[in-house]
């Protein structure tokens, strides 16, 4: 089946960029997406990528997909102590997403002032 | 509009009871999904169900099962509890059957078996 990986942890200053890494196995996945999990809280989609496309940007958040290497990142521009959270990448394989999303074990992003 | 709802937040369980866990969807969202979080394992499908029909079931025994109703309201169910199902669980609804647009997610309902 799909296997997902990211690193356990980031740490960033606060105001620089972070870019969080995640590749995965299966080149027929459909949909991409990185879900944001607070202590406590359940999980908030952040953005999501189409399969097709090679970026998307929204707001301090730009996604790039290589497909090729199978590698997704996720860049959150001006970081802030908002910000510090799990972050989890999800794939969504063929099949109508039938077998569900497959998730990375999520990197930590520590925000250091 | 009002997000996912899942009840009870927390729940205490001995070994060999059974539990079940409800979620309500975002109104209009036919599409529930259940997912166990644990440290060792992460996130893991449990299953889905789209219109009361279940689409697929991830790699879980059948002491884990689940139903829903014409309100698109779901229920999970899980039997003969071992320590080992204690986790995090968690429901997300979606507007499609396999959320291709993203799916939302409740808080969670944490379930400790003792």
């Known amino acids: 089946g799909e296997d997902v990986e990211q690193s356990l942890f980031l740490s960033v200053r606060e105001g620089d960029s972070s870019v969080i890494n995640c590749t995965y196995t299966d080149s027929s996945s459909t949909y991409l997406y990185w879900y944001k999990q607070e202590p406590g809280a359940g999980l908030q989609l952040l953005t999501y990528i189409f399969s097709n496309m090679d970026m998307k940007q929204d707001q301090r958040l730009t996604v790039l997909l290589n497909k090729k290497d199978k590698h997704l990142s996720l860049r959150i521009a001006d970081t802030q102590t908002g910000d510090s959270a799990i972050y989890f990448c999800a794939i969504r394989g063929p099949g109508g997403g039938a077998d569900g999303l497959t998730f990375g074990k999520g990197t930590h992003l520590i925000i250091q002032p | 509009k009002a997000g996912v709802t899942q009840t009870p937040r927390y729940l205490i369980k001995t070994r060999g ?43 879980f025994p059948g002491r884990f099962s689940g139903r829903q109703f014409s309100n698109s309201r779901s229920e999970m169910n899980v039997s003969t509890l071992e320590l080992g199902d204690s986790a995090l669980y968690l429901c997300a609804s979606s507007l499609f059957a396999g959320g291709a647009y993203g799916y939302t997610f409740g808080s969670g309902t944490r379930l400790t078996v003792v």
Do not use: A, D, M
Not at chain 2, 33 to 38: I, K, V
């Open chain 2, 17 to 59: 009871q059974q539990v079940t866990l409800s979620c309500s969807p975002i109104s209009g969202h036919r599409s529930v999904s259940w997912y166990q979080q644990t440290p060792g394992q992460g996130l893991q499908f449990l299953f889905e169900y789209f219109s009361e029909t279940q689409r697929n079931k991830g790699n």
